[in-house]
């Protein structure tokens, strides 16, 4: 018998999120635009329960009083994705990197595409920062919750960086400015 699959709708300023996980760990969080987007498989179950402690550290990272999660994951892939993931984990807030730069991380200097690839199938957007991952010559490139909510997450986290202790206040139900 497999594992039941929980899922709640939980508003951010990049719009109303899609949190799915198990009882004991989050394995997707899921934007209301860009080019993936997902909604609820018919067997899921709609619960608030199993994702408290996200919401409060999602909220927290909103606020700017957030700079890395510490949650119970379970994001299904491969191997080499994986190991990209756990890469985007160690991006430091604020700051960005190339996907070149990742693959070098990960010991793999010329799986620069295929990084980009893992990047790009990333399910836990936000706590996975693959947001943080930028082109070669510094342009923002290739989010699956669309530019704009990428460009509103860096800015966040450049606020939050230049101003540590003054969390910053999100808008809800639109993109920070």
Request: a neutral charge; proline letters at 10%.
């Amino acid at each position: 018998m497999s594992e039941a699959t929980y899922y709640t709708r939980v508003p951010s300023p990049l719009g109303l999120l899609l949190l799915v996980g198990t009882a004991d760990a989050l394995t997707a969080i899921w934007l209301p635009s860009g080019r993936d987007r997902l909604e609820p498989d018919p067997d899921w179950i709609e619960s608030d329960a199993p994702f408290a402690e996200a919401v409060r550290q999602l909220d927290a990272y909103f606020a700017g009083a957030l700079r890395r999660f510490d949650l119970p994951l379970a994001p299904e892939g491969t191997p080499f994705q994986r190991q990209v993931w756990q890469a985007l984990r160690e991006i430091p807030y604020g700051e960005t990197v190339s996907y070149g730069e990742v693959a070098r991380r990960i010991g793999r200097p010329s799986a620069v595409r295929a990084v980009g690839a893992a990047n790009g199938q990333n399910p836990l957007s936000i706590v996975i920062p693959c947001h943080r991952v930028i082109g070669s010559d510094g342009r923002l490139v290739g989010y699956g919750g669309g530019l704009p909510a990428k460009t509103a997450l860096l800015e966040l986290e450049r606020r939050g960086a230049d101003a540590p202790d003054r969390p910053v206040r999100p808008r809800q139900g639109a993109l920070f400015a």
